[in-house]
């Protein structure tokens, strides 16, 4: 399984961003990693006819659990799907922080996402608080077992590690707890879906940049990163796609 350099653009990005996804495609036509953005749901059908014949990959940032329904403002996977994504963030901090997800609520979605053929992209991560109070192997475990799909395999889930106290934040934990937090990770999962977590792609997020994302890729069981603001600009996100085709 190739590692997997992921783009989350949050609430950012109107028609002429896309001219940043073409730049990226035009400068990294056969990356060794996987490459990935998922844009604002306005844009997914455009970014992904855009990316069409190259190795760019198109995802969503969430989705309902439900096929469809009375969910006004709500996407269902199968939506998303049909809007050209391959892949779907879920779970990630900003969700369960501004809109009060749980791990059921995360786990619904994903098992949707996963029934619709797309890849779901699960986030865990620990507040400032939790880790000082020396949480964070806690939280996270708890989150990963509430959090993952029943059925879950390599090719269905992926998981991103992304501490929240380091998101955006230009803080970043240190190569040794971001490896303690990966080897956790992987043994956990081993317990929960057996051999087939060591085919599960790990990924870092938490102020991923060019300028970090060697150092950070070289770590054992970081499979690639989860980036938020680096992936807004091609010059940017090319040098984390670099990074990782290099590791």
């Known amino acids: 399984m190739k590692k997997l350099a992921a783009g989350n653009w949050k609430m950012n990005g109107t028609a002429a961003a896309l001219e940043e996804a073409r730049a990226l495609t035009a400068a990294h036509p056969a990356p060794a990693c996987e490459m990935l953005l998922c844009p604002p749901a306005t844009l997914i059908a455009r970014m992904a006819e855009a990316a069409r014949g190259t190795a760019l990959m198109v995802g969503g940032q969430d989705c309902h659990a439900k096929p469809s329904g009375a969910h006004t403002g709500d996407l269902s996977a199968a939506m998303l799907r049909d809007a050209g994504a391959s892949h779907v963030i879920l779970g990630h901090s900003e969700r369960r922080t501004d809109h009060a997800e749980t791990d059921a609520?995360?786990?619904?979605?994903?098992?949707?996402?996963v029934a619709e053929g797309l890849v779901a992209i699960v986030c865990i991560g620990e507040t400032e608080a939790e880790r000082d109070a020396g949480q964070t192997l806690a939280v996270i475990g708890r989150q990963l077992d509430g959090s993952i799909p029943a059925g879950a395999t390599a090719a269905n889930l992926v998981i991103a590690y992304e501490p929240?106290?380091?998101?955006?934040?230009?803080?970043?934990?240190?190569?040794?707890e971001i490896g303690e937090v990966h080897s956790f990770l992987r043994d956990r999962l081993r317990g929960l879906i057996g051999d087939a977590a060591d085919g599960v792609r790990l990924l870092y997020g938490g102020s991923v940049k060019p300028s970090n994302a060697a150092e950070i890729f070289a770590i054992p069981h970081v499979d690639g990163a989860l980036v938020g603001g680096a992936?807004?600009?091609?010059?940017?996100?090319?040098?984390i796609v670099a990074a990782l085709s290099a590791a």
Do not use: N, Y
């Open 231 to 239: 992936s807004l600009k091609a010059a940017d996100f090319g040098g």
């Open 105 to 113: 609520q995360v786990r619904a979605k994903a098992e949707a996402a």
């Open 164 to 176: 929240v106290w380091a998101i955006g934040t230009g803080r970043t934990p240190t190569l040794a």
